[in-house]
Every structure is written in structure tokens, then in C-alpha cells.
């Protein structure tokens, strides 16, 4: 059984919606795989949506939620995953979710979001898909489950990328950088 990890707060823009239906297409092709989402419940509507999505699906076996979490229950979950989707909208923003989970050897597939693309070279160091396309990814991890040396070249990829691109200084003096380019008018 695959494990799948969607780490974010619950609400529409962080799109937890499509991780369910992920999930279900997954299901569909009689592929074997759990899902943890894991993020403060941040707009109770949206998750009650959520869980009327679960249940109608029949997915409650397969699919647990658990609350925000300490850094170090969040580095465990990463690394007993086998993928982190991330399917965040979120156009702007400087999101770790990518660099945490390539870091701890879960394979990322995003749409991109929170500067994602800026970070996954796509199918070298994780995997991009275009929003909403869950058929897309389904397949992705099926083939990757089924070519495990190819699931294990993307995930070395992407750790010696973020050791090599993305230690702390250096994350740091990126985002530095960037503030400075915004105070400065550019």
C-alpha cells in the first residue's frame, strides 16, 4: 500500500479537495493507497465538505486527518510517505512543504503553487501537474510504484538538489534577497 501525504491548513486554496479525489481515482484502478492529511482545520465548511466528500466516496478506511503537528511528528510523516501531493492554488508565497518532503525522501507531485515550480524540475526532482489534472497524477504514482528505480532516482534527485540549493543559509539568503528586491521598488 502506497502512503500519500498532504501537508497544509484546510481550506479551499490550499485544495484538499483534490486530494481526496486523488485518492479515489487511485481507488479506481484498484491501486492499494492510504492518505494522511495533516494542517489546522482553518474554515469548517470547507472541511465538512471534505468529509461529506470521504463518506460518499467510501474512502473513511483510507484517508485520516490529522491536526497540525510538532516538527518532528511532520519530518516522521514525510519520511514514512511514499509521495507528498501538493495541490496547493496558492499563487505567491515561499512554502517549505516542497523542500520538506524532497529533503525526507517523499516524491513531490504539486501543481506548482507557492513557488513549487520554481523548485521541482519535472521528473527529475519531483513531478508537476497542471491543477485539477488527478488522472495525470494517478498515473504518475502507479508507473512510479511499478518502476521503482525511476521512483528512486527522482527521490535522490531531489535530495541532493535541496542539500546542494536548499540548506537553511541558503534558504534564508534567498528570501532575503527577494525582500530586499521587493523594498527596493524593482
Known amino acids: ?24 481515482a487511485l481507488r479506481d484502478n ?36 490529522k491536526s497540525m503537528t510538532d516538527q518532528d511528528t511532520l519530518s516522521q510523516l514525510y519520511r514514512t510517505s511514499d509521495f507528498c501531493f501538493f495541490p496547493s492554488r496558492q499563487e505567491f508565497g515561499l512554502s517549505r512543504v516542497p523542500l520538506e518532503a524532497m529533503a525526507s525522501g517523499a516524491l513531490v507531485i504539486s501543481y506548482g503553487g507557492e513557488s513549487s515550480n520554481e523548485i521541482i524540475e519535472h521528473k527529475r526532482t ?6 485539477g489534472a488527478l488522472s495525470q497524477a494517478a498515473d504518475w504514482i502507479v508507473a512510479l510504484t511499478k ?39 524593482r
Open 1 to 24: 500500500t502506497i502512503k500519500i501525504l498532504v501537508p497544509g491548513r484546510i481550506v479551499p486554496i490550499k485544495n484538499s479537495m483534490d486530494a481526496v479525489l486523488l485518492l479515489k
Open 147 to 185: 518502476s521503482r528505480e525511476k521512483y528512486f532516482e527522482i527521490r535522490q534527485n531531489a535530495r541532493v538538489e535541496v542539500e546542494k540549493k536548499y540548506s537553511l543559509a541558503s534558504y534564508v539568503d534567498q528570501v532575503e534577497s527577494y525582500l530586499n528586491f521587493i523594498l527596493e521598488g
Open 30 to 65: 484498484c491501486f492499494a493507497a492510504e492518505m494522511v492529511l495533516v494542517g489546522k482545520v482553518a474554515d469548517d465548511s470547507y472541511y465538512e465538505e471534505i468529509q461529506t466528500l470521504v463518506n460518499k466516496l467510501d474512502l473513511e478506511d483510507s484517508i485520516k486527518f
Open 126 to 131: 519531483g513531478l508537476l501537474v497542471e491543477e
